[in-house]
């Protein structure tokens, strides 16, 4: 696969992503908020209570600011700040989603970490990749299909996140290497 | 399931934690079992097992473990209330039972909003001496299930709702038709029907590593001439390296090939001291002792009334002594079942089922 189809892989879905984000759930934002917690009994439960009020006030005052969604696995190989790159893999196939996988876990680079999309359930394989694993599965029932409305989410929760199709880098014979400089070139570019 | 009986039956959503192990799934899987034909189970899963849940036939979705997760508590559970929201959205339960010790903060918020009409906490009963009480009100809850251990029947604590609570018998994974004899177990794994096997599953090893105390266990089965099956554990974040000869198998439930094995060696966890008392095969416990429920208290417990051995194997010595003890034990009694009530899933797919005629009733 030449470096222009490669490109305008990652463009298609940099695009689909980009129309996922804008048709927002609020619905579901707006009707599943976590409310705060009443006081607990027990000394030992209370101060617990308190130190996170502290800590959430900290937070809400911008003092402490802890990144909302950490991607980084405490059991993964790279470092805490390694930046996420969403290896997009719906509808791939088992066995190249695996070549795809041990391709980029072979050598991990230290600065970015996948955060795999997928439908595909090899978890028993994913577990030891040391990434975080976004799950699409398809579920019967009412209302928009659940893999769509999901994907919707994840699209909103990693917005500008960078992403690539797995099925593509496979084919161009991605690996490590090729991901990071995409990364470096792609910094100096306007976002697609 | 076809699709169209999976619309009519009445919805069941089983949320289970990732422990140490295997456990916590395995107890919404036997659930899910005994609900299977009567309910539609669908699991929301914190372990990263889900391709075991989908081969036995079950819906599921998956979420990063807040164990594994660097997000914070509160980060954690608002993204768990989302997306729990979204599953509660499309499956619509009747009956959603939560697996675990404590629980979640976004599991009750996505619960009340979406307006969960039973909800189900199951939990176990042995937890290590000073373990605190979780800040969690049992009235919060139409049914408290207890899990419990050796030798318990079912019993009703407390009788009204909200905060109903029964302790049932202990739960095995599978019935006792679904686990394959020592000849067929043997030939499912392809191994020789004349030859002396131990089973090793000491855990996934994420929270305590166990590859010292393995190979040291490793070594002294094979002193006696036997082949060690090591299990890799779904879960495990990674695998030990493994010494030659040592034969690895990824199965679950391991319970359905146990009697493939003339002795087992493994943690004593809930699930698998169930599993070990379901085949009667021999075995050598290894608690860990770095998890809050009383491994050693169960390990023992069970090692009075089944053929078991229970030691830390932490040096040469004990480990040896183990081993000696459990061969002993195997020349004595061979894999034979107990009578003892294993019949606790049943129970609690009933309690659920029941849950499900209360709320239509109203």
Known sequence: MSLKSVNSDIEALQRHLQNLVRAVDSELTQRYVVRWPRRPPGLYWQLRWMVAIVLRSLEYMGIWRPDPWPVVLKQAHCDVKAQPVLIWAVGTNFDELRQVCDRLSARPLPTFTPVLVTDVADFTFFSRLGWLIEYLPRLAGEGEPYEKRKERFLARLYRGTPALPADAILEAGWGPDDIQQWLQTRGQKPVV | ?362
């Open chain 2, 1 to 362: 399931m076809a699709e169209v009986e999976k619309r009519d039956l009445p919805c069941v959503v089983l949320f289970n934690i990732n422990g140490s192990g295997m456990g916590h799934l395995s107890t919404c899987l036997a659930y899910a079992n005994r609900l299977q034909g009567r309910a539609r189970p669908v699991l929301f899963s914190l372990a990263s097992a889900i391709e075991m849940i989908h081969e036995m036939g079950f819906e599921a979705d998956y979420f990063v473990s807040r164990f594994w997760s660097r997000a914070t508590a509160w980060a954690w559970d608002r993204q768990l209330a989302l997306r729990l929201g979204m599953l509660f959205e499309r499956v619509r339960p009747e009956v959603v039972v939560f697996d675990g010790t404590w629980p979640y903060r976004g599991f009750l918020e996505a619960a009340r909003a979406y307006g969960v009409p039973r909800l189900v906490w199951s939990n176990l009963t042995l937890y290590k001496m000073g373990m605190r009480k979780v800040p969690v009100r049992e009235s919060g809850f139409d049914l408290i299930i207890q899990l419990g251990e050796l030798g318990t029947s079912f019993s009703t604590q407390r009788e009204v709702m909200p905060g109903r609570k029964v302790t049932i018998p202990p739960v095995t994974l599978l019935r006792d038709e679904a686990i394959l004899d020592r000849g067929n177990a043997r030939d499912s794994l392809g191994l020789d029907r004349d030859g002396r096997y131990a089973l090793f599953s000491l855990g996934p090893g994420n929270l305590k590593d166990i590859s010292g105390i393995g190979r040291g266990l490793i070594d002294e089965m094979k002193k006696h001439g036997y082949t060690v099956v090591w299990t890799r554990a779904p879960i495990s974040a990674s695998d030990p390296g493994l010494p030659d000869g040592v034969v690895s198998i990824a199965a679950y439930p391991l319970v359905r090939v146990m009697r493939a094995f003339d002795v087992f060696v493994g943690a004593a966890g809930y699930n698998t001291c169930c599993e070990v008392l379901q085949s009667g095969v021999p075995a050598l416990f290894v608690p860990n002792t770095m998890v809050s429920d009383d491994q050693t208290g169960r390990a023992e417990m069970v090692a009075k009334a089944a053929p078991a051995v229970v030691s830390p194997c932490e040096t040469l010595a004990q480990r040896t002594d183990a081993i000696n003890r459990l061969l002993a034990l195997q020349v004595r009694e061979r894999a034979t079942p107990l009578a003892f009530d294993l019949g606790g899933a049943e129970r609690a797919a009933d309690e659920i089922l029941r849950l499900i005629t209360s709320a239509r009733c109203e």
